[in-house]
């Protein structure tokens, strides 16, 4: 295993290197990676990892985050050559961690929770014979004073059965892969920013890896351009049946707020809107989750109740989002949602 000695933000952290997945090297990082980072200096010495360069901003952030080595992906040609779309496929990318993982002596790699990286992460931890864990939350190590085989070892938090339960595992294999869901921590910076190098490292892909090709893309117009993705929104306003299809006030709001916009899975079919929150829908967890018109079905709830605080606002007193909100608003959302947008937009220009 790694024998670098490393002290983080919560004491010493021991002898382990956490490579954490650049999702957008060429461009500046987005908060989750940054979540990433901040998590993995409590269990070690971070290096970062890339499939392409990395630009002159994501250098700059990943030095003032305290990341000192980035290990850039080096794919080897096959027959055809390896460009453009490969670096896509998640086998492409597992191979490529598991080369990163093997050279850099890892112990921990992680991951943000997006449906691609949940499907390298799986391939990953069956190459490498590793303990997996999808959507955590947090990431520590066990206490090492402790017996049996978790003494010591990696340990991840994460929401089970719709939020209902919250657990531990612990990762009692070599190397840990562990995917993080978005909001998990506040990113942190270091106090003193350190000197970022790129190092390449040469993979080797396997037949496999490349037998499937993307030959073409089509980017396709999404409602919520411009704003935070779904999935990773720190605040987050959805829209229900109580809207009647008028998803105005939601996105004033939510660009009062600087918010993702989301709906249930009923004002999507109804074609209101392009994405749902829901089980089998995106699943968020923000810091704030807004729901406007929202009934609260079991479906529903299950997709979003792990945020940190709700608010809903309805008409109906007897709303089941109320059940499980912080603040609940009794009222027409027509009226509510664009008062608290003005109250919002006020407060933010009186604070310059």
């Keep these: 295993m790694s024998t670098t000695d490393t002290t983080g933000p919560a004491g010493p952290t021991g002898n382990r290197t956490v490579l954490v997945l650049l999702d957008t090297p060429g461009v500046e990082l987005r908060s989750p990676v940054l979540e990433l980072i901040t998590l993995a200096r409590r269990v070690g010495r971070v290096e970062a990892v890339a499939l392409e360069s990395p630009s002159i901003e994501t250098l700059a952030q990943l030095g003032a985050h305290g990341v000192e080595t980035v290990r850039q992906a080096e794919l080897s040609a096959d027959g055809h050559g390896v460009a453009g779309d490969v670096t896509h496929l998640t086998p492409v990318l597992a191979e490529a961690l598991a080369a990163a993982a093997r050279g850099s002596d890892a112990d921990v790699v992680l991951l943000t929770s997006s449906f691609p990286n949940k499907e390298a992460a799986a391939r990953l931890a069956f190459l490498a014979g590793a303990g997996l864990v999808v959507d955590a939350t947090g990431l520590d190590i ?108 939601v996105v004033e709001l939510a660009e009062a707020l600087g918010a993702a916009v989301g709906a249930t899975r009923d004002a999507v079919y109804e074609g209101w809107h392009d994405q749902f929150v829901g089980q089998t829908g995106v699943t968020v967890a923000p810091r704030l989750y807004v729901g406007a018109g929202v009934s609260g079905a079991p479906h529903h709830r299950g997709g979003m109740q792990a945020s940190q605080v709700i608010v809903a606002v309805n008409s109906d007193p007897e709303c089941p989002l109320f059940e499980i909100s912080d603040f609940a608003v009794v009222g027409d959302l027509a009226d509510v949602l664009p008062q608290a947008a003005a109250v919002i937009r006020e407060h933010r220009e009186s604070q310059g």
Excluded: H
């Design 142 to 249: 066990a206490d090492a004073s402790g017996e049996g085989d978790a003494a010591g070892v990696v340990v991840a938090d994460k929401s089970v059965f719709a939020g209902s339960w919250d657990v531990r595992s612990a990762v009692t294999t070599d190397l840990a892969v562990v995917v993080v869901r978005a909001n998990s921590v506040l990113p942190e910076p270091v106090a003193e920013a350190v000197k970022t190098d790129v190092v390449g490292f040469a993979v080797e892909l396997s037949a496999g890896a490349t037998a499937t090709r993307v030959v073409s893309r089509t980017v396709r117009e999404s409602s919520s351009s411009g704003r935070p993705a779904l999935g990773e929104a720190a605040v987050v306003v959805t829209g229900g049946r109580g809207t009647n299809g008028d998803f105005a006030p």
